[in-house]
């Protein structure tokens, strides 16, 4: 083995030096003089800063990363080599660049604009082909290049078994990862995750935690994507996966995921409805309307849990990009295709309602109901409490119906029966008073025919 002992004699290389606090009075001071004896370049903004604060957190960044983080990647190094290897330099140079770049991408991402707040050009993914990798044999990789899509995608092989954190993301520039242990086992859609910047879903295969606010989550991109059963044999499948890592992929590109170094690495943020959170992208809009198509050819046998649940969350936006015709088939698909928990019906039948289908929105929603109750959870109240402050506080708009309708099915599906019937009075009361919908008496009117739905005996029995 090593003596580390040379480990602990690079370490001392940076001790007993000049301290922290003098080298940072020492370069701001001599900036400083530098500006006022006519440097005025040091004033000039770079980047949203000013040229002179960039020397002062180069000099001092460069001075914790040679005393620090630096010199404890030459010490590991020399700990890993044998007795008869010296440490090879490379090994030291790699971790010296990655800690470089780290600092270096902290520091860019705090002088630029919130993520969250700023959204890319519409788009712009067709023009910046998705970058996905594939820790599978080689087959797979062509089987999935063989494969079109709805957007452009270059898949590239990953060998080894890897560290998926920031790091290797950040090395690397994909937006996802394809690995599959052994062909024909479970397959998994990992996606880039910066730190800090969390993914809204943990895993499609599961539900969001059952909530008022996860019934229309704003986000819904996933951290990884578990798909059981793929039979790599048929087409359907190979498009199945294509479409469902093209979608989980982009939504990856999220902006509250991204920082300004990712856009420079080629994973542009998808565009933001304006004066939201919320994605309203042509690109998005092209892959989902491939994974409905892709899921109406498959059929129930292939169709899976969590691109249903994708599908649903996305048709129930706002922004919404598909048309009404298409958006309407898209929510009759999910219900035909034994959407695997009620929030999914629910989500549908939103969607339903707002391109028009009314006959197909009672229908999910009332599946939903039933779906819901049956699972005998009841809460405190609480989700009572937001559905009757939103029917009160709303707006009118082509959306709003839907998701009050929902909402009141959600929170009603999750009361105990005995308290169902005067649950139902509080809200035939609460839609009879709110101003919005006493100037909407269509609307009005149609949700009293959801309260009256909701108090069939036949209904309440079933569930």
């Not at 960039?54 to 630096?70: D, E, S």
């Not at 599959?180 to 998994?188: D, I, K, T, V, Y």
């Not at 029966?417 to 839609?431: F, K, N, T």
Request: charged residues 20%; contains cysteine.
């Amino acid at each position: 083995m090593v003596d580390v002992r040379d480990g602990r004699s690079f370490r001392s290389v940076g001790e007993g030096g000049v301290g922290g606090l003098a080298w940072a009075v020492g370069v701001c001071s001599v900036v400083l003089t530098a500006w006022v004896l006519g440097a005025g370049w040091l004033a000039a903004g770079v980047l949203g800063l000013p040229a002179g604060l960039w020397i002062i957190l180069g000099v001092l960044g460069g001075r914790w990363l040679i005393n620090g983080p630096l010199l404890d990647q030459g010490v590991e190094s020399v700990r890993r080599s044998s007795e008869d290897q010296p440490p090879r330099i490379g090994v030291v140079l790699a971790g010296a660049t990655e800690r470089v770049a780290s600092v270096a991408e902290r520091v860019l991402d705090a002088a630029a604009p919130d993520g969250e707040n700023t959204g890319g050009t519409p788009g712009e993914a067709f023009r910046r082909p998705l970058r996905i990798g594939v820790a599978a044999d080689a087959d797979t990789q062509h089987a999935l290049e063989r494969t079109s899509g709805a957007l452009p995608a270059d898949f590239v092989p990953v060998r080894g078994p890897q560290t998926l954190d920031g790091p290797f993301w950040r090395s690397t520039g994909l937006d996802g990862i394809i690995e599959q242990a052994e062909r024909g086992g479970p397959l998994r859609l990992h996606i880039a995750v910066r730190d800090g910047k969390p993914a809204a879903w943990r895993d499609w295969a599961s539900p969001l935690p059952r909530s008022y606010a996860g019934l229309f989550p704003i986000r819904f991109d996933p951290e990884r994507v578990t798909l059981a059963d793929v039979q790599w044999s048929a087409d359907e499948s190979v498009e199945l996966v294509r479409a469902t890592a093209e979608v989980a992929a982009l939504l990856g590109r999220h902006p509250a995921r991204l920082g300004r170094t990712d856009r420079w690495r080629g994973r542009p943020p998808l565009a933001l409805l304006l004066g939201t959170r919320m994605v309203s992208d042509p690109a998005l809009d092209a892959a989902m309307a491939n994974l409905l198509a892709v899921l109406e050819a498959a059929g129930p046998e292939a169709a899976g849990a969590p691109m249903m649940r994708a599908l649903a969350s996305y048709l129930a936006l706002p922004a919404c990009g598909l048309e009404p015709g298409a958006r309407g088939a898209a929510a009759r698909l999910i219900g035909r295709l034994d959407a695997p928990e009620g929030e999914t019906l629910l989500r549908a039948s939103a969607a339903a309602f707002a391109s028009g289908r009314d006959v197909l929105g009672y229908d999910l929603l009332l599946t939903g109901h039933q779906h819901i109750a049956r699972g005998g959870s009841h809460d405190d109240g609480e989700t009572l409490e937001f559905a009757l402050s939103d029917i009160a506080f709303n707006r009118e708009g082509g959306e709003v119906f839907g998701r009050v309708a929902a909402g009141i099915a959600f929170a009603t599906a999750l009361v105990e029966p005995e308290r169902v019937p005067y649950v139902l009075d509080d809200l035939r009361d609460e839609i009879a008073s709110a101003p919005w919908l006493q100037s909407n008496p269509d609307e009005q009117e149609g949700l009293l025919r959801v309260i009256e739905a909701l108090s069939q005996p036949g209904l309440r029995a079933a569930a």
